[in-house]
């Protein structure tokens, strides 16, 4: 076993199987959470008559059925193994592995319905609010918590707020109004979006006595 992972014609296939263990161990020890904010992609795009997430192409693959992070690690580990055994069984049948710019490139074209057909079912089995897919624009008009640095205008930090679906989002935010700042711990309002960036109010309780 060790052999076939090791030889040159399997390196694809061996780094796609390694990937897998590293997000695996990152979910383990709990960066999954800050990885799966970063990579937050808005897919539903089907306002404008453009990409519809549940449409063609993207249905078929899978992607948007279960969390990014998720479809990612499936799509590599389908990847890897597809390399193996088609590897294996081209040795078996011409006496040496071929050459992984002939069998990548297959096994990638093979991996991505593969995915999908795992991903439909599994996006059925996980906690719906980790497996829908929101448009960030829909965040605008909920509470967020600042969670790193102190937000000013023209100096935002970095903030988390939960969609209806009850999944978490990363936003960099700053007030809406001049001369607010907003500190880390603190709740907003997010009033508005541009661009990337969104625009907060305060609530007005951050600094009220606690009642313990």
Do not use: C
């Amino acid at each position: 076993m060790l052999d076939l992972v090791t030889q040159a014609q399997n390196l694809p296939f061996s780094v796609a199987i390694g990937v897998v263990a590293m997000l695996a161990v990152f979910q383990f020890v709990g960066l999954g959470d800050l990885l799966g904010g970063d990579t937050d992609v808005d897919l539903d795009l089907d306002t404008d008559g453009e990409l519809a997430l549940d449409s063609g192409l993207l249905s078929l693959i899978g992607l948007g059925r279960v969390p990014f992070i998720v479809w990612l690690m499936v799509l590599l580990s389908v990847f890897g193994v597809i390399g193996f055994a088609a590897q294996e069984f081209l040795e078996s049948l011409t006496g040496a592995p071929w050459t992984p710019w002939l069998v990548g490139p297959a096994a990638g074209v093979v991996a991505l319905p593969v995915t999908g057909a795992i991903s439909r079912p599994l996006g059925r089995l996980l906690p719906k609010d980790e497996t829908t897919a929101v448009d960030r624009a829909s965040l605008v008009g909920r509470q967020a918590q600042i969670v790193i640095g102190t937000a000013r205008q023209g100096s935002p930090a970095r903030a988390s707020v939960t969609d209806h679906f009850g999944q978490v989002h990363y936003v960099m935010l700053e007030p809406d109004n001049a001369g607010q700042t907003f500190e880390q711990g603190e709740r907003v309002l997010i009033v508005r979006r541009e661009g990337e960036l969104f625009k907060a109010i305060a609530r007005g309780d951050h600094y009220l006595p606690r009642l313990d």
